[in-house]
T-cell receptor
């Protein structure tokens, strides 16, 4: 498969445990945030998004938390499964402008069976 | 509904040549963005088009250009290729003018020798 990043931080979790992936964003003017999952050989896949007027949003097995005070975003995955193994990116954008996503460097999630 | 498609999927070019990559967005989507992904720099924004107009451009040299057609399909061109242009080039589309999730294609893997 294609190498997304050679020196990504890696989070290793046991199957069935919960995973928490963290991201620090850069622009205090950003008001829209997205988490993407990228598997080897594929493009990023949308997971969940959150706007700055919220501090928490839940999806199916995933929760995103936003702390604007410290410019921090986290993705929580409940009951992690082998299919969750991938590289996860956070991205930020300002809704006042057109699309210009700024991506974080990514975290590799490895799920141990 | 078909996803974002990109052609070709793989491409090998020689330094000094030029290359054109194509992206067909999801039907009904009018915004198309391009990103470059490399192991060293991660995902970086190239440019974004909406209704045939370039609305935003990343920090790349003028050798990188693009355009969008009336059917929303987009092409990007890189002239005078350099070794450092070897990367995965990703296209993403969205239905709205701003502020909503972008859906990515599988990318075009460009290798410059």
């Amino acid at each position: 498969g294609e190498s997304v990043g050679l020196h990504l931080p890696t989070l290793s979790v046991q199957e069935g445990d919960n995973s928490i992936i963290n991201c620090a964003y850069s622009n205090s003017a950003s008001d829209y945030f997205i988490w993407y999952k990228q598997e080897s050989g594929k493009g990023p896949q949308f997971i969940i998004d959150i706007r700055s007027n919220m501090d928490k949003r839940q999806g199916q097995r995933v929760t995103v938390l936003l702390n604007k005070t410290v410019k921090h975003l986290s993705l929580q995955i409940a009951a992690t499964q082998p299919g969750d193994s991938a590289v996860y990116f956070c991205a930020e954008n300002s809704m006042d402008s057109s699309y210009k996503l700024i991506f974080g460097s990514g975290t590799r999630l490895l799920v141990r069976p | 509904k078909a996803g974002v498609t990109q052609t070709p999927r793989y491409l090998i070019k020689t330094r000094g040549q030029q290359v054109t990559l194509s992206c067909s967005p999801i039907s009904g989507h009018r915004s198309v963005s391009w990103y470059q992904q490399t192991p060293g720099q991660g995902l970086q924004f190239l440019f974004e088009y909406f209704s045939e107009t370039q609305r935003n451009k990343g920090n790349f040299p003028g050798r990188f250009s693009g355009r969008q057609f009336s059917n929303s399909r987009s092409e990007m061109n890189v002239s005078t290729l350099e070794l450092g242009d070897s990367a995965l080039y990703l296209c993403a589309s969205s239905w709205s003018a701003k502020g909503d999730e972008q859906y990515f294609g599988p990318g075009t893997r460009l290798t410059v020798t």
